[in-house]
């Protein structure tokens, strides 16, 4: 049996930001600290964690929703592939991620859920910060 995971996350960067840092490959792995390579367009492929995710959009709306086929590398060959939403909304004065990430296999749900928190949420949030900080502080930062 599979299994649905919701997640909401708020950041402090406005919603087109968060949509580009997922969908842009260079800044996806800047934030995630892994290999990324997305395609930009529905019917494009992706990969991400130097590989140990793969998939392709199946729809992407700018700066607001991107729909996903997903797979683990690790997943048996007969798993069925799995199902990713995110949204994005204004929160604030910042912006939301709303996750729903649909038939995951039971074998990984609960690795992924805490994944998602993991290679994810907490690299993001770490990342902005680093945006938000004056260019000379950042090289400073970089050199300490």
Same mark, same amino acid.
């Given at each position: 049996m599979a299994q649905t995971l919701r997640q909401e996350i708020t950041f402090s960067a406005p919603p087109?930001? &968060?949509?580009? =840092?997922?969908?842009?490959?260079?800044?996806? /792995?800047e934030a995630t600290g892994a290999k990324a390579s997305i395609s930009h367009r529905a019917g494009g492929t992706f990969m991400a964690h130097a590989g140990h995710i793969r998939?392709?959009?199946l729809a992407i709306v700018r700066d607001r929703l991107i729909v996903q086929t997903w797979r683990g590398s690790n997943w048996k060959e007969d798993d &069925?592939?799995? =199902?990713?939403?995110?949204?994005?909304?204004? /929160?604030?004065?910042?912006g939301?991620?709303?996750?729903?990430?649909v038939n995951v296999p039971d074998a990984h749900a609960k690795s992924i859920n805490r994944g998602w928190h993991q290679y994810y949420w907490k690299p993001w949030k770490a990342y902005l910060k680093t945006r938000a900080l004056p260019a000379s502080r950042r090289a400073g930062r970089a050199t300490r």
């Open positions: 087109g930001m &968060l949509f580009g =840092i997922y969908m842009a490959s260079k800044a996806h /792995a998939g392709r959009n &069925l592939d799995s =199902i990713l939403v995110l949204r994005f909304s204004k /929160a604030g004065t910042g939301r991620v709303s996750m729903v990430h």
